[in-house]
């Protein structure tokens, strides 16, 4: 069996798997093909991809070649006009926001995983590509927001006077926020937190923050994991008891995002425009329209009452070595259910992770939460 690693966009600096991966896939018997320049941004060059066993190639042999493909983003149109029928590829594909696309696949009889989809369960902990590239964002949403706030984090009594703690609000406690919290904390800044789900109130506490209490948030115990929509009368609440914590804050990282949907707009203009001059928002949900009216993807901008809005959705991309690292590892341990120890396929279907990020499967879409969207 051939398995193939492709260079990812420009804009992307990590790659799916590093050298020091190939290891397990050699003993399986599987020959790896690495295009041209895969990992030069993750400090992996040609040359130490080639000590490890792989083979170096360009992208279009490696399409044509390659009984398995790895990426991060999903390939293009002119790619997936290559790839060879029946081909297997595993990525973080957006399904439910690229579902043509996924159309598109399925006519060409390719098998796509979308690692993305994989169910937030203990034993899929291993595999969890959200949670270990969320771990990179969360931190580093905190540094960056410590780079471009013009004050101190901890507080300081000196013999010139005392500085206070910058206060920062937190939206969403999943695992970027836990981090960011985390991060924040080892910095001395005093720290609130708001999140839809009461469950994570104790970690919140446990990390040294103040949780923000919103009563009649809907069940998420039923939904993988993930973020589910809220209705117009807990949104109120939410909207209030937020912008009281806004206005006092100096630094907020917003993260909320929803599977399939546009980010909620938990900060409103009105909001922003009661923060102090100088105060910073990182906004990591900017690629799905953002927690603020006026986030912009990639983008950082200054409000007419010098508020820094920093739009930033791939911040692992700035972190590229550790976050290949974690991706790499992510993949593998996916791997091992699909993939024999002879290095044959072999597809368990009746596996609730297995079924849960196939998207498409022999020229058809199978993935449950897909199909309804076509």
Same mark, same amino acid.
């Given at each position: 069996?051939?398995?193939?690693?492709?260079?990812?966009?420009?804009?992307?600096?990590?790659?799916?798997?590093?050298?020091?991966?190939?290891?397990?896939?050699?003993?399986?018997?599987?020959?790896?093909?690495?295009?041209?320049?895969?990992?030069? *941004?993750?400090?992996?060059?040609?040359?130490?991809?080639?000590?490890? $066993?792989?083979?170096?190639?360009?992208?279009?042999?490696?399409?044509?070649?390659?009984?398995?493909?790895?990426?991060?983003?999903?390939?293009?149109?002119?790619?997936?006009?290559?790839?060879?029928?029946?081909?297997?590829?595993?990525?973080?594909?957006?399904?439910?926001?690229?579902?043509?696309?996924?159309?598109?696949?399925?006519?060409?009889?390719?098998?796509?995983?979308?690692?993305?989809?994989?169910?937030?369960?203990?034993?899929?902990?291993?595999?969890?590509?959200?949670?270990?590239?969320?771990?990179?964002?969360?931190?580093?949403?905190?540094?960056?927001?410590?780079?471009?706030?013009?004050?101190?984090?901890?507080?300081?009594?000196?013999? *010139? #006077?005392?500085?206070?703690?910058?206060?920062?609000?937190?939206? $969403?406690?999943?695992?970027?926020?836990?981090?960011?919290?985390?991060?924040?904390?080892?910095?001395?800044?005093?720290?609130?937190?708001?999140?839809?789900?009461?469950?994570?109130?104790?970690?919140?506490?446990?990390?040294?923050?103040?949780?923000?209490?919103?009563?009649?948030?809907?069940?998420?115990?039923?939904? #993988?994991?993930?973020?589910?929509?809220?209705?117009?009368?807990?949104?109120?609440?939410?909207?209030?008891?937020?912008?009281?914590?806004?206005?006092?804050?100096?630094?907020?990282?917003?993260?909320?995002?929803?599977?399939?949907?546009?980010?909620?707009?938990?900060?409103?203009?009105?909001?922003?425009?009661?923060?102090?001059?100088?105060?910073?928002?990182?906004?990591?949900?900017?690629?799905?329209?953002?927690?603020?009216?006026?986030?912009?993807?990639?983008?950082?901008?200054?409000?007419?009452? $010098?508020?820094?809005?920093?739009?930033?959705?791939?911040?692992?991309?700035?972190?590229?070595?550790?976050?290949?690292?974690?991706? $790499?590892?992510?993949?593998?341990?996916?791997?091992?259910?699909?993939?024999?120890?002879?290095?044959?396929?072999?597809?368990?279907?009746?596996?609730?992770?297995?079924?849960?990020?196939?998207?498409?499967?022999?020229?058809?879409?199978?993935?449950?939460?897909?199909?309804?969207?076509?």
């Amino acid at each position: 069996m051939i398995a193939g690693v492709l260079k990812e966009p420009s804009a992307e600096n990590r790659v799916s798997l590093l050298p020091e991966h190939l290891t397990i896939l050699l003993k399986k018997n599987i020959q790896v093909l690495v295009q041209q320049e895969a990992g030069i *941004a993750a400090f992996a060059t040609d040359a130490v991809y080639t000590k490890a $066993g792989a083979i170096i190639k360009d992208r279009t042999a490696i399409l044509q070649q390659a009984d398995i493909l790895f990426s991060i983003h999903p390939l293009t149109h002119d790619d997936i006009q290559i790839v060879k029928p029946g081909a297997i590829l595993i990525g973080i594909f957006q399904p439910l926001y690229a579902y043509a696309t996924m159309q598109e696949w399925a006519a060409k009889s390719i098998t796509a995983f979308s690692l993305d989809a994989i169910p937030r369960t203990t034993r899929a902990q291993s595999m969890d590509v959200l949670s270990s590239q969320a771990n990179i964002a969360g931190y580093k949403a905190v540094i960056l927001a410590a780079a471009n706030y013009g004050r101190y984090f901890p507080m300081f009594i000196t013999a *010139a #006077g005392s500085i206070p703690p910058a206060k920062i609000l937190v939206l $969403g406690a999943g695992v970027a926020g836990l981090q960011a919290i985390a991060t924040a904390k080892r910095l001395g800044a005093v720290i609130e937190v708001f999140d839809t789900r009461p469950a994570v109130k104790e970690e919140v506490m446990s990390l040294g923050a103040k949780f923000v209490d919103v009563a009649g948030a809907a069940d998420a115990a039923n939904t #993988g994991g993930y973020a589910v929509e809220q209705s117009a009368e807990y949104q109120q609440k939410q909207q209030q008891r937020i912008a009281e914590a806004a206005a006092k804050a100096d630094i907020i990282i917003t993260t909320a995002q929803i599977p399939g949907k546009p980010a909620p707009k938990l900060l409103t203009e009105a909001m922003i425009q009661q923060m102090r001059n100088g105060s910073i928002i990182v906004d990591l949900a900017a690629a799905t329209g953002g927690n603020t009216p006026l986030t912009q993807n990639n983008a950082t901008i200054i409000t007419a009452n $010098g508020v820094t809005i920093i739009g930033n959705s791939n911040l692992p991309a700035t972190m590229p070595f550790d976050a290949s690292k974690l991706y $790499g590892k992510n993949l593998l341990n996916f791997l091992q259910l699909i993939v024999t120890a002879d290095g044959h396929i072999h597809i368990p279907f009746e596996d609730d992770i297995v079924q849960g990020c196939c998207i498409t499967h022999q020229g058809k879409i199978v993935n449950e939460k897909v199909l309804p969207l076509i």
